[in-house]
């Protein structure tokens, strides 16, 4: 059933997963379209983002942020549109950035809406590369990576927003940029739209050995999306001094236990030690003072071609569930967005 205005549908987190999540762990419901009370806006949701964090949210135990309560509306950024507004700094047709989760309709009182006008050349573009994500890309590789001119960059998950926002910045800064990414086609597209100098599969069997010999100097910032066997692979290669922004580890999201074999922590302390490594773990909230020196310059930079930007666009929110857990899977090829509602 599309959107309506008849009623909300959304996604209610039925269950936790163990491991990866399945459709049973989402429930889709009907409920009535909030009314905004004084001070308030009715918000359609035009947009969702699905993104790789919201896996952590689904489970219970320590972490930076609160889990998803059962039974609650599952989190996540959207695109919406302003329906009714009873707030003085929001008019009706107004395209906001928010933060509304998996459903159709939302108030708000306006704290955390971004207001993108109302024409926005590209909206869902505030859920990417103008948005959190190229914000991750932006502050993880110049603030804690510090890229210089003619240093090797590796970064993995390489075609996605961050990933390939983050090689895209290491070539304007100089950098030699080498891509590690799921399959022969996200790898060529790296290479011949992103402008990466090589880009591995980490599919291939002999990936530790192609990703050695596309970095004959070594590796000076190894910019972290997913941990396990790409770590693995990079770990000799890093330079004396080199530069970690641990952003995420999506290769262990689903795993329920650490993995099998001998305990290597000794060995990656000593590299730690021995190369004086810096490994810094960041979350781009810490950052939201600095998001006025990201917006302008990446914002010239897209327009001016300079950063390549590809979304994955699903049409309907029922398809949701199923493209989330692609995206921990890696089917998603570009940014992964769901257009819940008609954008016109
Ligand atoms: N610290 C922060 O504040 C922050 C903010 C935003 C994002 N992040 C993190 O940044 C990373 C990238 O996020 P994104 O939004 O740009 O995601 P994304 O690239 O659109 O999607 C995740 C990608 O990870 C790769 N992947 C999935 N499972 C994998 C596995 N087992 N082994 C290797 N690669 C795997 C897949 O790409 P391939 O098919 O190419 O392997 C998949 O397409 C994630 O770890 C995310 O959690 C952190």
């Not at 399945?22 to 947009?47: K, M, S």
Request: glycine share 14%; net charge negative; hydrophobic share 40%.
């Amino acid at each position: 059933m599309p959107q309506s205005q008849d009623s909300n549908r959304r996604f209610v987190l039925a269950s936790r997963p163990s491991g990866a999540p399945t459709a049973d762990n989402f429930r889709l419901e009907q409920a009535d379209i909030p009314e905004p009370a004084d001070g308030e806006v009715l918000l359609r949701t035009v947009y969702l983002s699905l993104d790789p964090y919201m896996r952590g949210r689904m489970s219970e135990g320590p972490s930076y942020a609160e889990p998803v309560a059962v039974d609650d509306v599952m989190c996540g950024g959207t695109v919406c549109r302003v329906v009714e507004s009873r707030n003085e700094h929001f008019s009706e047709g107004d395209w906001v950035l928010a933060y509304t989760g998996w459903q159709d309709y939302a108030v708000s009182n306006g704290n955390g809406l971004m207001n993108l006008g109302a024409s926005p050349r590209n909206p869902s573009y505030a859920l990417g590369v103008l948005g959190m994500p190229g914000f991750t890309a932006y502050m993880g590789l110049l603030d804690i990576g510090e890229p210089g001119e003619g240093e090797t960059l590796v970064v993995a998950a390489a075609t996605g927003p961050v990933g390939a926002t983050v090689g895209q910045i290491g070539g304007i800064k100089g950098c030699r940029v080498v891509g590690v990414a799921g399959g022969e086609e996200k790898c060529r597209y790296a290479v011949e739209e992103l402008g990466f100098d090589a880009c591995i599969d980490h599919y291939a069997d002999d990936f530790a050995d192609q990703l050695a010999a596309a970095c004959p100097d070594g590796i000076d910032v190894y910019y972290e999306n997913v941990g396990g066997k790409v770590f693995d692979g990079v770990l000799p290669l890093l330079n004396t001094f080199a530069r970690i922004p641990l952003c995420g580890l999506v290769s262990q999201y689903n795993a329920t236990s650490l993995p099998e074999g001998p305990d290597r922590l000794g060995l990656l302390m000593g590299q730690v030690l021995i190369k004086r490594l810096k490994i810094q773990g960041f979350i781009i909230g810490d950052y939201e003072k600095r998001f006025g020196e990201f917006f302008p310059q990446m914002s010239e930079w897209v327009a001016d071609g300079r950063i390549q930007y590809r979304e994955e666009i699903v049409d309907g929110l029922e398809k949701a569930p199923e493209a989330f857990i692609g995206l921990l899977q890696g089917e998603n090829f570009g940014k992964l967005v769901i257009r819940v509602g008609d954008d016109g």
